[in-house]
């Protein structure tokens, strides 16, 4: 039997960062820009098919036929979806129908708070820390225990343009608000557009503030609960920085509070956990470093490759259907 090291990727969007590690762990990648111009030779060789989730939204009878080579030949279908339960507000009948055909055979997810499953196995794959690109960038962590060396105490940079994105409006309107009860409180705060930012000009936000908020993601919008945790929420402290986050269903997967994760509910308690973690900078210094430790050995795209090529594997061995 041929040894499966081959993924074939159509439609591209997978994520640049998990696309190196799985490249890292010795896997080959045949990239296309869609399903037509994909390299289908030597299929023994192909360990799963990857495929953007929203191509079975826009084309389904593309990704039927994809469906139908792959089964065909004994090779998964698989797709990694960032953006649940909003699904970039798709509408529900083309999610229905998607979940109702069930033509992925590998469905990951960052949120699974959703009913719909869209495959026979299912996976939560969470989104992770780009360590090639959130990195103390030379600092010694222990530096940063040193209070004085902050330009802002409270500091948030991320889409915040809710004129022209209706689901950044609630951010938006949180950021005004919450910035007003701390310029009362004489609170130094930053928060803004991160367009343009470089990953230098992140990481020099991140060392210079006693507290990195993260408030809201596009893919809330629409839902009643707020589940999934966007990649700041591992870059953060990948980098080093005392990360305050809202309230998330999937943080208590990840994360341990008050060991490695700190969290408020709602604008009144955000200011309070604020106030608090000023007051106790050494405690939040402490929680920081545990939870660098904890996302750099358990929450990277490295630890994320190996666990989809490890259910891919599974898959070939005939364990599936769970979820996991």
């Not at 591209?12 to 390299?39: K, T």
């Not at 004129?163 to 705060?189: D, H, N, P, S, T």
């Not at 507290?211 to 919008?221: E, K, P, Q, S, V």
Request: net charge neutral; with cysteine.
């Amino acid at each position: 039997m041929t040894y499966r090291d081959t993924l074939l990727i159509a439609h591209g969007s997978m994520h640049p960062a998990l696309r190196r590690e799985l490249a890292a762990r010795g896997l080959f990648l045949r990239e296309s820009r869609s399903w037509q111009e994909a390299d289908l030779s030597e299929p023994g060789r192909l360990l799963g098919a990857y495929t953007w989730f929203y191509e079975g939204l826009r084309h389904p009878l593309t990704i039927w036929g994809m469906q139908n080579w792959t089964r065909r030949h004994g090779i998964p279908l698989f797709t990694w979806n960032q953006d649940a339960p909003h699904y970039l507000n798709r509408a529900s009948w083309r999610l229905d129908l998607l979940d109702h055909f069930r033509l992925y055979d590998i469905y990951a997810s960052h949120s699974l708070v959703d009913s719909r499953r869209f495959a026979d196995t299912v996976l939560y794959l969470p989104n992770a820390a780009d360590t090639s690109r959130y990195t103390l960038n030379g600092l010694p962590l222990k530096l940063l225990r040193d209070a004085s060396r902050y330009h802002y105490d409270v500091s948030f940079f991320g889409a915040m343009d809710g004129v022209r994105y209706k689901e950044m409006r609630v951010r938006q309107e949180f950021f005004a608000a919450l910035g007003e009860r701390l310029r009362q409180r004489g609170i130094r705060y930053l928060f803004c557009e991160s367009a343009g930012m470089s990953i230098n000009e992140q990481l020099a936000l991140i060392h210079g503030s006693r507290i990195n908020l993260n408030f809201g993601a596009a893919c809330d919008y629409g839902s009643p609960t707020v589940s999934g945790l966007p990649e700041r929420c591992y870059g953060i402290p990948a980098a080093g920085g005392f990360l305050l986050c809202d309230r998330r269903t999937h943080a208590r997967d990840d994360f341990t509070p008050n060991e490695n994760w700190a969290e408020f509910d709602g604008l009144e308690d955000c200011v309070e956990k604020i106030c608090f973690w000023l007051d106790h900078f050494g405690q939040a210094r402490a929680l920081a470093e545990r939870c660098h430790q904890h996302v750099v050995s358990q929450h990277t795209y490295k630890n994320r490759a190996a666990k989809l090529h490890e259910t891919l594997l599974d898959w070939h061995r005939g364990i599936s259907g769970e979820l996991r």
